[in-house]
């Protein structure tokens, strides 16, 4: 115990006292360059630090993941089978189905917690109790996804037509005389879907806010008040000034949400575990993975779900050149 | 260093930040629209929290709102089972020591490469920033057994430095990304000027991209914090497979659910009791998140 202490004081201290040596002796050691190579030289020794985990922690794994996606079944002798694997995906209903469902996550999770976190950080921007609605708005982001499901199963409870309803939403419905709705047991529409989106609409919100809400706050004051004075009605300060100002960071909050729209998993799991029409591909890796047992098809999924990112990757790289020849 | 003085957003004349349109009705609906949209996020959590003061015989043959109406049946056995439970104060500190090196460890190692990434012209920039970015889409689950045969030939499963390393290396992806677009939309002249007057690019990073930043980082810190200490999957692998007393909190409150049979009615307790310290977090790295800070002013 005392012993762990320490070390975590030392890493803590030590860690960023480290890096910044690093970052001094780098320039110390490229004084004696010429000026065309400590350019050249400076931005990589920069970057080494982060390129160094990164390589480690998940270029390294993907790059076994993709060749592991070529092969059979077996782990212990794995024959390389081509493109079975994705043969597989695209001609599987169930798989197809939850690339469906993923679709409907991306578009209506991304779009609502968007959505709604720009209009909560600029709602909230204008009243005195600010801190305590980002609180609340906050709040569902600290709770673990375990906890979560416990609270959204007492949410979303359905009884039998009839009996006591136990259910949040079932007992709302029930006093102005609608009839219990299976909230999670409803292949129909995929009305079992939009409800696990909801859950996590309500729990992402906060994290769209809070980033929106930070960029918000450095919009430099002056540029409000100038389009007010030259006579601006609200909306149009909104329109014509915040949302340009805020461009960059949407593009960033809308693409982390995408990612995790396309990664959805746990709430999916503790809730329906993919039952009712509800499966998403990340749930479809982990049961082939554990269930099957079939390490090739599962890392068929996971490089599916990478490839899907491209396109979201592209539309960033152009808006970040964008923003290079506006600031 | 908070106070470094831009020139942009030195003018004196700062009005204060309520909109000049006062009209009633307006406000009206501003405050109907905030107050609805804090009862609807809070209702969920409001019934978790009641529910973790009810018995468990209540909790599966009533809604929550029923505690309000006779007979009152609350009790605090839901909490006492869960702060009776072997180990939770270990567990809670162990979950500290994990929790703070993982955020500060990617902050920084971010922070380097972001500025690299938005202040310094080098052939590949944009693709690399690319790849890293889309690295967030890598799936955790992937990259556990991989990772896992190497910790183990290096020995370190079972310590707080695996996990250390691993939520640094997870986390960087989105870190690098929300960092690099902060810094990049800084103002060009403020940087632009510096260079002029012979600023080299660590004086640029320390007197200027880490104080104009700081919403940013806080915003980080905050994320970063609530990952790593809401994480049970990379402490269970790095760490649990090993060597269970360097366990997280997460972990002890899984075992309580699943030892004690379905209890599921702890979990409502457990998760307030874990849900403490993230939100004490959140309240203290508020104050960062004000008007002005990049401006290096103070909200007026």
Request: a positive charge; proline letters at 5%.
């Amino acid at each position: 115990m005392e012993s762990q202490l320490v070390t975590a004081v030392e890493v803590v201290l030590g860690v960023p006292a480290v890096l910044i040596a690093y970052i001094w002796l780098t320039e110390r050691l490229l004084t004696p360059a010429s000026e065309r190579w400590r350019r050249r030289a400076r931005p990589w020794l920069w970057i080494a630090p982060a390129l160094a985990f990164l390589g480690f922690f998940l270029i390294y794994p993907t790059i076994r993941t993709v060749i592991r996606s070529l092969q059979g079944k077996s782990e212990l002798t794995p024959k390389f089978v081509g493109l079975d694997n994705y043969k597989w995906f695209f001609t599987n209903d169930d798989a197809l189905g939850s690339l469906l469902n993923n679709v409907l996550w991306l578009l209506f999770f991304t779009g609502f917690t968007v959505g709604l976190g720009l209009l909560v950080a600029v709602l909230v921007d204008r009243v005195r109790y600010e801190a305590v609605a980002k609180s609340i708005i906050f709040l569902p982001l600290a709770i673990s996804m375990v906890a979560a499901g416990v609270i959204w199963k007492y949410m979303y409870d359905y009884k039998p037509p009839g009996a006591r309803q136990t259910g949040t939403l079932n007992a709302l419905l029930g006093t102005v005389g609608v009839g219990p709705i299976g909230w999670l047991q409803s292949p129909g529409f995929r009305l079992s879907t939009l409800a696990l989106i909801a859950v996590m609409v309500w729990m992402w919100t906060g994290f769209a806010m809070v980033i929106i809400s930070a960029a918000l706050k450095g919009i430099p004051l002056e540029l409000l008040e100038a389009a007010r004075v030259d006579g601006a009605n609200e909306w149009q300060v909104f329109r014509k000034v915040t949302l340009p100002m805020l461009g960059p960071t949407l593009a960033v909050v809308s693409t982390t949400m995408i990612i995790t729209s396309l990664k959805t998993f746990d709430i999916v799991y503790t809730l329906t575990n993919g039952n009712y029409d509800t499966d998403v591909i990340a749930n479809l890796m982990i049961k082939e993975m554990f269930t099957v047992g079939d390490f090739g098809r599962a890392s068929a999924v996971a490089v599916v779900l990478l490839l899907a990112i491209v396109p979201i990757m592209a539309f960033n790289i152009r808006k970040f050149r964008a923003q290079e020849s506006l600031r | 260093m908070t106070t470094m003085a831009v020139p942009e957003a030195s003018s004196a004349t700062r009005t204060p930040a309520r909109p000049a349109a006062k009209r009633r009705p307006t406000r009206l609906i501003l405050h109907l629209a905030v107050v609805a949209l804090m009862v609807i996020w809070a209702i969920p959590t409001i019934g978790l929290l009641v529910s973790s003061f009810r018995p468990e015989a209540a909790l599966s043959t009533s809604g929550w709102w029923h505690a309000f109406a006779p007979p009152y049946q609350f009790t605090m056995a839901n909490y006492r089972n869960v702060l009776n439970q072997a180990g939770i104060g270990q567990a809670f500190v162990n979950s500290l020591f994990i929790a703070i090196p993982a955020t500060v460890i990617p902050l920084f190692v971010a922070a380097f490469a972001a500025y690299a990434f938005s202040w310094m012209e080098f052939p590949g920039r944009d693709v690399l920033f690319v790849v890293v970015v889309g690295l967030l889409v890598v799936p955790l689950q992937t990259t556990l057994i991989p990772i896992l045969k190497l910790f183990a030939d290096w020995n370190i499963t079972g310590t707080f430095l695996a996990v250390w390393l691993a939520h640094t290396g997870y986390g960087l992806p989105f870190a690098v990304y929300l960092l690099r677009n902060f810094m990049g939309s800084l103002p060009k002249s403020v940087f632009e000027s510096a260079f002029m007057d012979g600023a080299t690019h660590v004086t640029a990073f320390f007197r200027l991209a880490v104080p104009m930043s700081v919403p940013a980082f806080a915003a980080l810190a905050i994320f970063q914090f609530l990952f790593v200490w809401n994480d049970l999957l990379v402490a269970l692998i790095y760490i649990g497979l090993s060597n269970s007393d360097n366990l997280p909190m997460t972990a002890t409150m899984a075992n309580l659910v699943n030892s004690l049979g379905g209890g599921w009615y702890f979990l409502g307790a457990a998760a307030f009791v874990s849900m403490l310290l993230p939100l004490v977090v959140f309240f203290g790295l508020q104050r960062y998140f004000v008007r002005g800070i990049v401006g290096g002013a103070v909200k007026g």
